[in-house]
């Protein structure tokens, strides 16, 4: 009967043997070498350095300095070649690229 507590086992996660299972869904058994390739964010060696200031650097250049060099100077950019739709779309995407990548750079190191 399915009311019944008894008649189905209760389901947690774990294999039949109590191992957790890892990340290719294969149960990996307790105490094996998959718990001792965890290592906590709090044990690295992380600190706020010149590639966290650069990444500052480049965000208010983003952020600020591109955005008010078009704002102050909206003549300037045809000066140089460039039409009302490169100065306003392209321009800001130039540094946004440039930004994007290195913070991919300063936040994925040994």
Known sequence: MRGD???APERSGRGDDGAEPTAD?????????????????DELDR???WR?????????????VVPAFIY???????AFGLTFW???????????????LLAVWATTRP
């Open 86 to 100: 490169d100065t306003y779309l392209v321009l800001p995407m130039i540094p946004a690229v440039v930004l994007g």
């Open 5 to 7: 507590h008894g008649s």
């Open 25 to 41: 869904g294969s149960q990996a058994p307790d105490g094996s070498d998959a718990d001792q390739m965890v290592i906590h964010p």
């Open 47 to 49: 600190s706020f350095d």
């Open 72 to 78: 102050l100077y909206p003549r300037a950019p045809s």
């Open 52 to 64: 966290g200031w650069s990444l500052v650097a480049a965000v208010l250049i983003a952020f600020l």
